[in-house]
């Protein structure tokens, strides 16, 4: 990979700003819309951009070929479960919590990783990361300011919910020889199949009247923090690889305690502050520690 510029950079900060302004606008879209059928538009709307690009460039989409099992079942896990439950619990939190809480990705990924794949163990500095970054969600949970008996469980809801990104991520290994934009595309159009008869049924979006912002955040969602947020993923870790894109994990919970003050005057206590700290430092050593593993493999070869 090449050294990156300052455009590369330029590009890791909008794609953290795309994914972490996600937050507010779930948060926005629960004024109108109920959480299976903010799921199902957000899948909806981000298929689209996936659609025309595939097209555009001519890459099939084999969300129907034989191996649809796997895309339905990473769309489901991927998508269909985190969707429908940081939407249900950010009805109750402060969406600045939610980037926090969905910021735990990384450190989870250590974990499973540890399991279920050969050349990802955990160490001494991986486990001091681990242990910082989920101290620091603990931390956050004893601010009883923001998180308390009424909305412990959405909080841990959304916890929860960056547990199946981890999980849908592990189980995309199984079809990593296929291209991103046919696996994000093939997943994103299961997952609407999945939703759309589950929205229709039990929450009857059509007789909803939908408040503008609400409506507007929902399309932003689904196009930008979903759809265009995935290609551009994919363009960042194509022309600078993994290591480089895995940055942006720095910059979303940030963003998020950010823009959730600036357009939803969210409150921002110390607790949260410090949380934020810990979840970064966190992630720093867990990624500083995959990073010195990566070394020494390529040290042995030389």
Same mark, same amino acid.
């Given at each position: 990979?090449?050294?990156?510029?300052?455009?590369?950079?330029?590009?890791?900060?909008?794609?953290?700003?795309?994914?972490?302004?996600?937050?507010?606008?779930?948060?926005?879209?629960?004024?109108?819309?109920?959480?299976?059928?903010?799921?199902?538009?957000?899948?909806?709307?981000?298929?689209?951009?996936?659609?025309?690009?595939?097209?555009?460039?001519?890459?099939?989409?084999?969300?129907?070929?034989?191996?649809?099992?796997?895309?339905?079942?990473?769309?489901?896990?991927?998508?269909?479960?985190?969707?429908?439950?940081?939407?249900?619990?950010?009805?109750?939190?402060?969406?600045?919590?939610?980037?926090?809480?969905?910021?735990?990705?990384?450190?989870?990924?250590?974990?499973?990783?540890?399991?279920?794949?050969?050349?990802?163990?955990?160490?001494?500095?991986?486990?001091?990361?681990?242990? #910082?970054?989920?101290? !620091? =969600?603990?931390? $956050?949970?004893?601010?009883? *300011? /923001?998180?308390?008996?009424?909305?412990? %469980?959405? @909080?841990?809801?959304?916890?929860?919910?960056?547990?199946?990104?981890?999980?849908?991520?592990?189980?995309?290994?199984?079809?990593?020889?296929?291209?991103?934009?046919?696996?994000?595309?093939?997943?994103?159009?299961?997952?609407?199949?999945?939703?759309?008869?589950?929205?229709?049924?039990?929450?009857?979006?059509?007789?909803?009247?939908?408040?503008?912002?609400?409506?507007?955040?929902?399309?932003?969602?689904? #196009?930008?923090?979903? !759809? =265009?947020?995935? $290609?551009?993923?994919?363009? *960042? /870790?194509?022309?600078?690889?993994?290591? %480089?894109? @895995?940055?942006?994990?720095?910059?979303?919970?940030?963003?998020?305690?950010?823009?959730?003050?600036?357009?939803?005057?969210?409150?921002?206590?110390?607790?949260?502050?410090?949380?934020?700290?810990?979840?970064?430092?966190?992630?720093?050593?867990?990624?500083?520690?995959?990073?010195?593993?990566?070394?020494?493999?390529?040290?042995?070869?030389?």
């Amino acid at each position: 990979m090449k050294e990156p510029k300052a455009l590369d950079y330029m590009l890791l900060t909008i794609l953290a700003f795309v994914w972490a302004s996600a937050f507010f606008n779930i948060k926005i879209a629960t004024y109108s819309y109920g959480p299976i059928t903010i799921a199902f538009l957000r899948s909806f709307f981000g298929t689209i951009p996936l659609v025309l690009i595939c097209y555009l460039r001519k890459i099939k989409i084999e969300a129907f070929s034989k191996d649809w099992y796997w895309f339905a079942a990473i769309g489901i896990i991927n998508l269909v479960i985190p969707f429908f439950l940081i939407a249900y619990g950010v009805q109750k939190v402060q969406s600045n919590l939610a980037a926090i809480l969905m910021a735990s990705t990384p450190l989870t990924a250590a974990v499973l990783a540890h399991f279920f794949t050969s050349n990802e163990k955990i160490n001494l500095i991986k486990s001091v990361g681990i242990l #910082v970054g989920f101290s !620091g =969600i603990v931390f $956050l949970f004893f601010d009883e *300011i /923001l998180i308390n008996e009424n909305n412990f %469980f959405s @909080a841990f809801l959304i916890l929860f919910g960056s547990c199946f990104y981890v999980v849908g991520g592990v189980l995309t290994l199984r079809i990593s020889n296929k291209k991103n934009e046919n696996v994000t595309a093939s997943i994103c159009i299961w997952a609407t199949l999945f939703l759309f008869p589950i929205s229709m049924f039990i929450e009857q979006p059509w007789n909803l009247t939908p408040r503008l912002d609400s409506t507007i955040s929902l399309i932003y969602l689904g #196009v930008f923090s979903t !759809g =265009i947020a995935w $290609l551009l993923r994919f363009y *960042i /870790l194509k022309k600078n690889g993994l290591v %480089f894109q @895995a940055q942006v994990a720095y910059l979303i919970p940030i963003f998020g305690v950010i823009l959730g003050f600036i357009f939803l005057k969210e409150e921002i206590t110390s607790r949260v502050i410090l949380s934020l700290l810990a979840v970064i430092l966190g992630i720093y050593l867990v990624k500083r520690s995959a990073n010195l593993q990566v070394l020494k493999k390529k040290k042995k070869f030389i």
